[in-house]
């Protein structure tokens, strides 16, 4: 049971953060399917760590903790084994100079302008031939790519991408990566902005391609601006693309602080739904899925390796927390072909089994969950028993 002292703090808070501002910093300048809202690691954070106390998130998705963490003055890592994930937290708390911005961004859309604005003046080019296209662009192949994207955007964006890698600054080149990656979906036939990945019938012609790139790089520029006062603090936060069973890398009892929202089995598929992005990008969105805890989620035993897959995660979790520690989990209960699966009761049983003992829940209720389907959703403290 938890201390009073613990009890206190968090019984003063609203957990459901009701109207309350979530996109502040670099927060949300890319959509990322199931963030939790940053209040809810932010509070986290504030009760049960210290300055310079280290946060591990392994689970960390589009880095909402890790943002939190490094406006705390705690050091962190934060662990996902999507690439687009570890691209966009890593682009959240790096700070870039300005001159270097400046310089970067605006040779960059100087050389696109000009590019893009020759290519729209042949008109010809923009109509349809798969295999020239694929050549003189440098598209990525991948199937169906006609299907997805109307051929001026093809184009566009191959050139944008194109222009992008020639970038000196790695870490101006992977933010306007997350630009690039964030108008994908927006610029394509998919039906939705974010979801489920369908073709829309309705979709009108896309003329913009460039001019949306252009305001995306420059909101996310001013954002990461921002960042500039954190630059010592950014120093100790650490992104690692990697599987969450397997954490060698941090030491038994290294860690000081968890604060994690594994995902919900199958609720989210990120592979399916970011199949765009991770495509131009480079990524493999059927590598990723056969990866992801809770991935191929139409086939029958995914609870069942969902659980074998948690169960390894909490013994790690469990190995690199310092005796006495907390470890915080976001989760909600799934409904999985039909059946509501209680996760917070099977966590109980996982933390149980590892040496996380638990402590506490709160309930978030109907207005600000995380998974718009889910009624609930809970936040569960647990322990570090030696
Ligand atoms: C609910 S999301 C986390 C969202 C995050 N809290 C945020 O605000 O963006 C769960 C994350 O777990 C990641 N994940 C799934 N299997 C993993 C594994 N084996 N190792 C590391 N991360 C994994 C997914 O890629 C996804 O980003």
């Known amino acids: 049971m938890l201390e009073k002292k613990y009890l206190k703090r968090i019984n003063k808070i609203n957990w459901e953060f009701i109207n309350a501002d979530t996109t502040y910093l670099t927060h949300n300048f890319h959509r990322y399917s199931s963030k939790y809202i940053p209040q809810i690691a932010g509070n986290l954070i504030d009760i049960f760590s210290r300055e310079n106390d280290l946060i591990l998130d392994n689970f960390v998705g589009s880095g909402t903790t890790l943002v939190e963490a490094m406006i705390r003055k705690r050091r962190a890592i934060g662990i996902d084994i999507n690439p687009l994930a570890c691209l966009i937290s890593k682009v959240k708390i790096t700070p870039i100079e300005k001159t270097v911005l400046d310089k970067e961004i605006g040779k960059l859309i100087m050389s696109l302008k000009q590019a893009i604005y020759s290519v729209r003046e042949q008109k010809t080019l923009y109509s349809f031939d798969k295999k020239n296209m694929i050549e003189e662009y440098e598209v990525p192949k991948f199937p169906y790519i006609d299907k997805w994207f109307q051929p001026q955007v093809i184009v566009e ?57 252009v305001s995306k790089v420059n909101e996310i520029k001013s954002r990461i601006l921002q960042l500039d006062k954190y630059k010592e603090f950014s120093k100790n936060i650490k992104v690692v693309c990697g599987d969450t069973r397997n954490l060698a890398f941090i030491n038994d009892s290294e860690i000081d602080l968890i604060v994690t929202h594994p995902p919900y089995i199958a609720a989210v598929p990120y592979a399916e739904y970011q199949k765009l992005s991770l495509r131009w990008l480079g990524f493999s969105d059927r590598k990723l899925d056969k990866e992801l805890i809770g991935g191929r989620r139409q086939s029958n035993d995914v609870v069942k390796r969902f659980d074998k897959d948690m169960l390894k995660a909490f013994e790690e979790m469990s ?9 915080c989990i976001v989760i909600g209960n799934p409904t999985v072909k039909g059946k509501t699966i209680e996760l917070n009761k099977k966590f109980i049983k996982f933390g149980s089994k590892v040496g996380l003992e638990f402590q506490y829940e709160i309930k978030r209720g109907k207005y600000n969950t995380t ?16």
């Open 319 to 327: 190995r690199v927390l310092k005796d006495n520690k907390f470890c």
């Open 371 to 386: 998974m718009g389907k889910m009624k609930e959703e809970f936040i569960m403290i647990f322990r570090k028993t030696n």
């Open 157 to 213: 964006l191959a050139i944008i991408k194109k222009y992008i890698d020639f970038i000196e600054n790695k870490d101006a080149r992977d933010m306007c990566l997350v630009a690039f990656s964030s108008i994908i979906r927006g610029v394509s036939n998919a039906s939705s902005e974010f979801g489920n990945l369908m073709i829309s019938k309705r979709k009108g012609k896309v003329t913009d391609t460039f001019e949306r790139f």
